[in-house]
């Protein structure tokens, strides 16, 4: 049995659960987000709790259990709290900035790089090297800041690219000056 799978789920006050035929939609004070339910999970909302069940007892079903009741649990924080995602640029001259939903950034590349955010994502910079992402959606959340990561990789050797606040860049040593003959 999953043994996340099996935790219920408490839906906080000011969160409106809708249960649809295999969809979900959970409203609350930041938004709204829907999700398709796998048709193997029943997924049952009574006083005030979310409980997933299988409706097929084995090992697959029971993965999907666990992952089903997470994404529904990470909505109700996402509807609720919000989520967030820190970036941080190293690099003499790199910076980034901010207007409306376009990213801009100075990466060391010829010409800035225009990245477009998605409408529910908000970005704010912070002293020109620290990106800050929000959003209701962890999983949209997610892959926009790997996105935005993908432009200009950390490199090993001096660690000049964009990284997540908590990533740790493994270093590797240089070429040294003498040479073998």
């Known amino acids: 049995m999953s043994r996340i799978g099996k935790q219920p789920i408490p839906v906080p006050a000011g969160v409106k659960i809708e249960l649809q035929e295999q969809q979900i939609t959970v409203s609350g004070g930041k938004g709204t987000l829907a999700r398709q339910i796998n048709p193997e999970i029943e997924v049952a909302l009574q006083d005030g709790v979310i409980e997933v069940r299988n409706r097929v007892e084995t090992t697959r079903v029971n993965a999907f259990r666990g992952l089903t009741r997470s994404l529904i649990n990470n909505m109700i ?3 609720t709290d919000g989520f967030q995602k820190i970036l941080t640029i190293e690099g003499v001259g790199y910076k980034a900035s901010v207007s409306g939903t376009s990213l801009t950034l100075n990466v060391g590349y010829s010409s800035p790089v225009e990245f477009s955010l998605p ?27 790997s996105k935005i990561r993908q ?14 606040e ?12 003498t040479s073998k003959k």
């Open 77 to 79: 924080i996402g509807v």
């Open 166 to 177: 908590n990533e740790h860049i493994v270093r590797k040593v240089g070429k040294s000056g």
């Open 151 to 164: 432009v200009r990789k950390p490199e090993p050797y001096k660690g000049k690219g964009i990284r997540y």
């Open 119 to 145: 409408e529910s994502v908000t970005a704010t910079v912070d002293g020109n090297t620290k990106i800050v992402l929000k959003c209701i959606d962890k999983e949209l959340l997610g892959l926009v800041a």
